[in-house]
């Protein structure tokens, strides 16, 4: 399955409401699907499972919703650590695919 | 604290072969399977393939077949990857990650390990 992110920069200002998407080339699981962030210099980390259910500590301001091809992560009002490369994921069928990133920087 | 502790960089010349080991704290190793993960420089998450941590059973995605192995030590609670072989294109860092029990998402992270083969 292959995972298109769009877009592949956003620039936004600290506050400011972040909508990144990712299509799937064929219909995916809800339950498998997966969003992901990567600091500069850090390894990735786990925010979304399921679709929409946050990962242990992460924050309410980030929502991911979606289903079948279309998925989207909103970050309601971005903080200064928010600023990194976010990657989708599915892991329902073999292989586990990421989408390319999109990167969140400061405008 | 449940976490993951890669082993340190490595530079090796093309030829040799590494191994990346991934020790699990917090947490017994053959409870979760294990995923391995390679992100060459400048570029995004490519999936290698998993370990199963109670079998030892392990699945190599396309791309991942014939010089890389994954293996367990379940005495020291610890996943590796061997690569052997190394050529410029494996110049990378390598990342284990968690296959959570209950939901299969990737939910720990190891912190990395850059494996850089040059000559």
């Known amino acids: 399955i292959v995972l298109t992110q769009s877009p592949g920069t956003l620039s936004l200002s600290p506050g400011e409401r972040a909508t990144l998407s990712c299509r799937a080339s064929?219909?995916?699981?809800?339950?498998?699907f997966a969003w992901c962030q990567q600091r500069p210099g850090q390894a990735p980390r786990l925010l979304i499972y399921?679709?929409?259910t946050r990962a242990t500590g992460v924050p309410d301001r980030f929502r991911g919703s979606g289903s079948g091809t279309d998925f989207t992560l909103t970050i309601s009002r971005l903080e200064p650590e928010d600023f990194a490369v976010y990657y989708c994921?599915?892991?329902?069928?073999?292989?586990?695919?990421f989408g390319q990133g999109t990167r969140l920087e400061i405008k | 604290q449940v976490q993951l502790v890669q082993s340190g960089s490595e530079l090796k010349k093309p030829g040799a072969s590494v191994k990346v080991s991934c020790k699990a704290y917090?947490?017994?190793?053959?409870?979760?399977?294990m995923n391995w993960v390679r992100q060459a420089p400048g570029q995004g998450l490519e999936w290698m393939g998993w370990?199963?941590?109670?079998?030892?059973?392990?699945v190599y995605a396309e791309g991942f077949t014939g010089r890389f192995v994954f293996s367990l030590d379940t005495a020291v609670n610890t996943a590796i990857l061997e690569i052997s072989s190394l050529k410029a294109e494996d110049t990378a860092v390598y990342y284990c990650?968690?296959?959570?029990?209950?939901?299969?998402?990737?939910?720990?992270w190891g912190q990395g390990t850059m494996v850089t083969v040059s000559s």
């Open positions: 917090g947490y017994g190793l053959t409870s979760y399977g």
């Open positions: 994921q599915q892991y329902g069928i073999s292989p586990v695919t």
């Open positions: 990650a968690r296959k959570n029990i209950v939901s299969d998402a990737f939910d720990i």
């Open positions: 064929q219909s995916v699981n809800n339950n498998n």
């Open positions: 370990i199963s941590t109670n079998t030892g059973n392990p």
């Open positions: 399921g679709t929409s």
